[in-house]
């Protein structure tokens, strides 16, 4: 027994030389943190956090992998790491010690200094050396091996994990967002030495609740996701979700329907978060459900219970659904309750909408509108009547910027646009404004267009969702969300500034609004002043509820419009050039303000950058002071230099955006004018001559942007 358990050391140790030279590592790494059930929105968070976590921590402590991959389910989070390095490299290393005049006294002995400079670094004396007028020591680290440096971190990483409602269980004082019921931590075969709110790790983790083997051994990190099979626990997210697509086409297929994935991410998203073993149940309700309109029919199933719908081949909505059931087991008994629980609950969600739907259409959309006026938009700034009519005046006035002659349908569409916020169905179901005002409008007689439009005005409805296809949609969207804009500005001036949105805080969708305004005005090359809708808007509801405009108001506006602005085009532009470009007024016409950028973005990159902007520059600089200047008067040129940078200015004619390059031609003449002219000369007419001059220059220069933004590449 003793020899094989020599041979065995040694086999050990030839791989772990193997390995610290930088052979073929096979090396691998598990940790799963078994929890009470996590809420779904977390999921996808934890699993990034859990993987940028890990690499961080490897490549802090410079150890090598092949492959990080995390897993998880609403019960388990989990980190597989591959191809990992046995141990950290040993490194060597010259410490720099004492100056030598400190470190020997006058026999050449290392004195007290040098002696605590060895110890300090566990050499001695004798083995310390002279370089450069110090002493040195040469310092031999030994790495970490991976378990040591996974053992002593994996805690770190797991409790800097972040989310909401994140709260602290028992007597802990750290915080988690659910409580923690098992550890796995394996390196290779052997468990880690890792406790977590007193769960110690071992190599054993639970199953599905309702399967048979309710707890199993995992002897290796790399069976991780097969060993949790056998317990009927599908860990690998993107495995789970294609589970669920293909088991919901093949069940659909049985009862002679399709389902349409195209427009239920977010719900596929949800379900496998919520379940380890999808099993797909196909349920139906009462056929007279379906003469409520499919929006909101959709919307029960999808939104509030997690159904995914059905549709017949003919592309009509079907009557049956399908629940995915984290089930294990094949009882007829049992999927028959549960189609049965799921076909109570949809029934009574149904039965709600379609009494109010009927009560909504005795009235048309146009007898609604009274009862807006017992809705506030928001505190200080009136009911919802009250911005709806000042959407209706705020979209005249944008028709009249965009000479639109005949506003008879747009004007329709905003005075109706919010009419359905007072119905019990939309009221029921807020998620559906906006669809059920156009459902509705046609109800009502309303023209498609104005339907249509009432529909849209809310596009987009998220940052990646579509943008209103009508001018009446465009025109009433443009209108609403400016207003709301402009309204939260004015009503959080002076001491409530702190109330304004932030990237935590937006309760009113204004970054979302801005969004809105700019891709919808982009989008269909709308030539639109912004700056005079906003000052319409703000002129609007002051005076309507007698609020004293602050002079930063307005700019503040501008300022929060542009940073939006930025977001949308920060991947495809450099951050140097938008905010060049910032002050060529972007709002005053968005679309020139875009080729404005792309026509820099491209001169920039193509040019020799640093010559051109030294001598751009150099020009501002010198003209940034000298506000007022005349015509320049050539009888006052002393010098040819003078003559020929006026010339090229003369003969240039108007420089913009369109014609940039046209810039090269000023930088010789003007580089000639800076060696051999003094601007500053002790004539003081020659000296505004001469500063009239390169303010015409730098005239040009600021009519395409402000250069002295730009960073020479």
């Given at each position: 027994m003793a020899r094989h358990k020599n041979i065995k050391t040694k086999i050990c140790t030839q791989n772990f030389v193997c390995n610290k030279m930088g052979g073929m590592e096979n090396n691998n790494f598990l940790l799963e943190i078994l929890v009470q059930e996590l809420p779904y929105q977390f999921i996808p968070s934890a699993q990034a956090q859990l993987e940028s976590g890990f690499k961080k921590l490897l490549e802090d402590n410079k150890l090598k992998y092949s492959k990080i991959k995390t897993y998880a389910t609403p019960r388990r989070l989990a980190v597989v790491i591959e191809g990992l390095d046995y141990s950290q490299d040993d490194i060597i290393k010259d410490v720099k010690g004492p100056i030598l005049s400190i470190a020997l006294d006058e026999s050449g002995n290392y004195t007290k200094a040098a002696e605590g400079f060895a110890k300090k670094n566990g050499v001695l004396p004798d083995n310390l050396y002279q370089k450069d007028g110090y002493i040195f020591a040469k310092i031999e680290q030994k790495g970490k091996t991976s378990k040591e440096v996974l053992t002593e971190n994996i805690k770190p990483v797991i409790m800097k994990l972040q989310g909401s409602h994140f709260m602290r269980w028992g007597y802990f004082e750290e915080k988690f967002s659910r409580p923690i019921e098992g550890i796995v931590a394996l390196f290779n075969e052997d468990v880690l030495n890792v406790e977590i709110f007193n769960k110690k790790a071992s190599n054993k983790t639970k199953g599905h609740r309702f399967a048979e083997i309710k707890e199993i051994e995992i002897k290796n990190p790399l069976e991780y996701v097969d060993v949790l099979k056998k317990v009927n626990v599908y860990a690998d997210v993107e495995e789970r979700k294609q589970l669920i697509i293909d088991s919901a086409i093949k069940k659909a297929e049985e009862v002679s329907c399709k389902i349409d994935f195209s427009k239920l991410d977010d719900l596929l998203d949800e379900v496998t978060y919520i379940t380890e073993f999808p099993i797909p149940v196909v349920c139906e309700f009462k056929k007279e459900y379906l003469q409520i309109p499919d929006i909101v029919t959709v919307t029960v199933m999808s939104k509030h219970q997690r159904y995914f719908p059905l549709y017949e081949n003919s592309g009509k909505l079907s009557n049956k659904f399908i629940t995915m059931a984290n089930f294990v087991g094949n009882s007829s008994e049992a999927l028959e309750n549960i189609q049965k629980g799921n076909q109570r609950v949809i029934s009574a969600r149904l039965e709600d909408g379609k009494f109010f739907y009927e009560d909504d259409i005795k009235t048309s959309l146009e007898e609604k509108l009274p009862s807006l006026s017992g809705m506030t938009f928001q505190r200080g700034l009136g009911t919802l009547l009250d911005k709806t009519e000042r959407i209706s005046e705020l979209s005249s006035y944008i028709c009249d910027l965009l000479k639109i002659a005949d506003k008879t349908d747009i004007l329709r569409t905003a005075k109706l646009c919010k009419a359905d916020l007072s119905t019990k169905l939309v009221f029921e179901f807020t998620e559906l404004q906006g669809f059920i005002g156009e459902n509705y409008a046609l109800k009502s007689g309303e023209k498609e267009n104005v339907a249509l439009g009432i529909k849209e005005h809310y596009f987009p409805l998220n940052a990646y969702s579509e943008l209103p296809s009508s001018l009446e949609g465009q025109i009433v969207s443009i209108?609403?969300?400016?207003?709301?804009?402009?309204?939260?500005?004015?009503?959080?001036?002076?001491?409530?500034?702190?109330?304004?949105?932030?990237?935590?805080?937006?309760?009113?969708?204004?970054?979302?609004?801005?969004?809105?305004?700019?891709?919808?005005?982009?989008?269909?090359?709308?030539?639109?002043?912004?700056?005079?809708?906003?000052?319409?808007?703000?002129?609007?509801?002051?005076?309507?509820?007698?609020?004293?405009?602050?002079?930063?108001?307005?700019?503040?506006?501008?300022?929060?419009?542009?940073?939006?602005?930025?977001?949308?085009?920060?991947?495809?532009?450099?951050?140097?050039?938008?905010?060049?470009?910032?002050?060529?007024?972007?709002?005053?016409?968005?679309?020139?303000?875009?080729?404005?950028?792309?026509?820099?973005?491209?001169?920039?990159?193509?040019?020799?950058?640093?010559?051109?902007?030294?001598?751009?520059?150099?020009?501002?600089?010198?003209?940034?002071?000298?506000?007022?200047?005349?015509?320049?008067?050539?009888t006052l040129f002393v010098q040819e230099e003078e003559k020929v940078l006026y010339s090229a200015i003369k003969n240039s004619g108007e420089i913009n955006y369109a014609n940039i390059s046209e810039i090269a031609r000023f930088i010789e003449p003007l580089n000639k004018f800076f060696d051999k002219v003094l601007v500053m000369d002790k004539d003081e007419k020659i000296k505004t001559n001469r500063l009239n001059l390169l303010s015409k220059l730098s005239n040009k220069f600021n009519s395409i942007c402000d250069f002295s933004k730009i960073v020479s590449r």
């Open positions: 209108a609403d969300k400016i207003d709301t804009i402009t309204a939260v500005f004015l009503s959080t001036q002076g001491d409530k500034k702190k109330k304004r949105p932030t990237g935590s805080n937006d309760p009113l969708g204004v970054r979302r609004a801005i969004l809105g305004v700019l891709k919808t005005v982009i989008n269909f090359n709308l030539k639109l002043n912004l700056d005079d809708v906003i000052k319409k808007s703000i002129e609007m509801i002051s005076k309507s509820f007698d609020i004293k405009v602050e002079n930063e108001t307005f700019s503040e506006i501008v300022d929060f419009i542009y940073g939006r602005l930025n977001v949308i085009y920060e991947q495809t532009y450099s951050n140097d050039v938008l905010a060049a470009c910032k002050n060529s007024d972007p709002l005053y016409d968005l679309n020139d303000w875009l080729k404005r950028v792309e026509a820099v973005e491209k001169f920039v990159n193509a040019s020799d950058l640093s010559a051109v902007l030294e001598a751009i520059n150099r020009v501002l600089k010198i003209t940034a002071s000298h506000k007022t200047f005349d015509e320049v008067d050539e």
